[in-house]
């Protein structure tokens, strides 16, 4: 299966020329597509020396401005269903995501998965190096789409997945409307809506020791705010507050 791993950057010039290292000497066979909304730190620049180290492995998708996370997804897959990748892998490049278990996630596509994801709060996962309040946050998080949204898949909120090329294909992620980190919840349950066959895999999540988070307050808001606009639309104009309290008592 021709595979490329899809990283939007900005502002990961400490991290990226490791992470690109590693997938390539990972023991399965994967492109990197690096999706950089112009860095002004040199991220970009370290892609076009690794690609050129690395010719037909590496590839770099400069965009002219910063719209967010869902927009620089949208163009990776993008590209990665033009040029004719079987599988797309979606990974963080601040070296969160442990390509160790690169292996494992895609043998679940192998094994009939249509998503495959690394996940931090299933058996067996785990997260390190983070603050109290991100455990808590990235907790309520995920606990808030999945009850509201009804779907079972534990880790929402987590960027390590795998897709087959026709599954993600099925999902349209192009037409999509969120840009921001909501668009990772927005993909999950696209997914649930299809029916496709979701498998989480444990990883441990290590959080950033190289540069600065992009999650905000304003982001997270944001993010609750798509939430409440799925409901809506999942289930006409309920109150989604008040069928939640129904949910719990």
Not at 57 to 67: D, F, G, I, N
Request: with cysteine; aromatic share 6%; hydrophobic share 45%.
């Amino acid at each position: 299966m021709r595979t490329v791993v899809v990283m939007p950057t900005y502002n990961e010039v400490a991290t990226i020329a490791s992470m690109v290292d590693a997938l390539l000497a990972s023991p399965v066979v994967v492109d990197v597509l690096v999706v950089d909304d112009s860095s002004p730190d040199g991220t970009g620049n370290l892609v076009r020396q690794s690609a050129r180290a690395h010719p037909g492995r590496v590839h770099l998708l400069s965009r002219q401005a910063k719209t967010g996370l869902g927009a620089a997804y949208r163009a990776g897959f993008t590209w990665a269903l033009e040029h004719g990748y079987d599988v797309i892998v979606q990974m963080d490049a601040d070296g969160s995501h442990p390509v160790d278990r690169l292996p494992v996630v895609l043998d679940a596509l192998r094994d009939g998965a249509d998503v495959a994801i690394g996940s931090r709060y299933v058996p067996g996962g785990a997260v390190v190096n983070w603050p109290l309040h991100r455990h808590i946050l990235s907790r309520l998080a995920n606990w808030y789409a999945r009850t509201l949204l009804g779907v079972n898949q534990r880790d929402l909120t987590g960027a390590y997945r795998a897709w087959p090329a026709e599954a993600l294909r099925r999902l349209a992620p192009e037409r999509l409307p969120t840009s921001g980190f909501g668009f990772l919840v927005e993909l999950a349950h696209a997914a649930h809506v299809h029916g496709l066959t979701v498998v989480e895999v444990p990883i441990t999540f290590t959080g950033r020791e190289h540069g600065t988070s992009k999650m905000t307050g304003r982001i997270a808001i944001e993010a609750m705010g798509m939430v409440l606009r799925l409901r809506r639309a999942q289930h006409g104009h309920r109150s989604p507050i008040r069928s939640l309290r129904r949910c719990h008592g």
